[in-house]
C-alpha cells in the first residue's frame, strides 16, 4: 500500500515537473515571437557587435587584444556573482578585469548576478537580482553604465521581457540568426561564434547575408584559446570574423553603439568610450 502511494506520489510529481517544463518552453517560444515594441532599422550600413558572455579570463586576456588589433571594441555581458569562479570549462574573469576592460573601451553589459535563468524567477527575484548585478558593476567602475542585458543560458519568458522592457535598452537571446527589417530588441538575435557549432564556410556565408541585407549581425561568445571548451572560439576563428567583417566594410561596434545607430542617431556623437578605435574602409 505504501508503495503503491509512494509511486503515485512520485508519477504526480513527475507529471507537475513535465508540466512546469513544458509551461516554461512554451513561454519561452511565445517571447521569442511576440516582439513587444519591435524596432524598425534605420542604419544605411550593416553592423557588426562582439559580444561575449560570463566573461572567462581567457576572453579578456586573449579575445578583447585581438578586437582590438582590428580597431574594434566588444561587449561584454558580466554575471557579477560568477566574478573569479571556476568552472568546468574556465575561470571567469575578476573585477579588476572588469575594470580594465571598461577602461580600455568595451562596453560592460548585464547578464544577471547570480546567472540563474530568468525564466526561474518571480518578477521581484529578477529585479532584485538585476539590480545586484547593476551595482556591483558601479562598484567596480562608477563610469560603468550598463544598459544592455544577455539572457542567460538565452532563455526567457514573456514576462521578464515586459520587465527587462523597462529596465534595459536591449536583450540579447542565443537564438541563431541575423536583426533585420523590424527587430526586436528584447530578444535580438546571435550567432555562437564557437569552433564546434560553426564552420568557417558557414561563417562566410552570415557574413555574406549581413553585408548583402544591411542587417546587424551579433556574435556570442565565450571562451577563447587555442584549444577552446566547447562552448568556446579559438583565435584564429575570431580573427576571421573580424577579418571577414572589415574585408566586407561592414562597421563593427558595440551593442549599445549599434543601437544608436539602428535608431537613425548615426550623426549623434556617440559617447568616446564606445566608438570604435577605428573606421574600417569599404571594399
Ligand atoms: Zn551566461
Not at 510529481?13 to 513561454?27: K, M
Not at 534595459?168 to 561564434?193: C, K, Q, W
Amino acid at each position: 500500500m505504501l508503495a503503491k502511494a509512494t509511486k503515485i506520489a512520485s508519477k504526480t510529481r513527475y507529471l507537475g515537473e513535465s508540466a512546469l517544463h513544458l509551461a516554461r518552453r512554451a513561454s519561452h517560444r511565445l517571447a521569442r515571437h511576440v516582439p513587444l515594441t519591435p524596432k524598425r532599422m534605420r542604419n544605411c550600413e550593416p553592423l557588426v557587435s562582439f559580444t561575449f558572455d560570463d566573461v572567462p579570463e581567457s576572453a579578456y586576456r586573449i579575445g578583447a587584444p585581438i578586437l582590438e588589433a582590428h580597431g574594434a571594441r566588444g561587449t561584454f555581458y558580466i554575471a557579477t556573482g560568477l566574478l573569479g569562479h571556476r568552472s568546468d570549462f574556465w575561470t571567469v574573469a575578476g573585477a579588476s578585469e572588469v575594470a580594465d576592460l571598461y577602461q580600455r573601451g568595451h562596453e560592460i553589459g548585464l547578464h544577471s548576478h547570480l546567472h540563474r535563468s530568468s525564466s526561474l524567477l518571480t518578477a521581484d527575484e529578477f529585479a532584485a537580482d538585476l539590480r545586484r548585478n547593476r551595482e556591483t558593476l558601479q562598484d567596480i567602475d562608477p563610469g560603468i553604465d550598463a544598459r544592455n542585458f544577455a539572457y542567460p543560458f538565452g532563455q526567457c519568458t514573456l514576462a521578464r521581457k515586459h520587465q527587462l522592457n523597462r529596465l534595459v535598452r536591449s536583450s540579447r537571446s542565443i537564438y541563431a540568426g541575423v536583426n533585420r527589417g523590424l527587430f526586436d530588441p528584447h530578444y535580438t538575435r546571435a550567432t555562437e561564434l564557437c569552433d564546434t557549432r560553426l564552420t568557417p564556410e558557414r561563417l562566410e556565408a552570415r557574413l555574406d547575408e549581413a553585408q548583402r541585407s544591411r542587417c546587424w549581425l551579433v556574435f556570442c561568445i565565450h571562451d577563447v584559446a587555442d584549444t577552446p571548451s566547447p562552448l568556446g572560439c579559438s583565435p584564429g576563428f575570431l580573427s576571421q570574423a573580424l577579418e571577414g567583417a572589415r574585408r566586407r566594410g561592414m562597421r563593427i561596434v558595440t551593442v549599445d553603439a549599434a543601437l544608436d545607430l539602428i535608431a537613425g542617431a548615426a550623426t549623434m556623437p556617440l559617447p568616446e568610450n564606445l566608438i570604435p578605435a577605428q573606421e574600417f574602409s569599404r571594399g
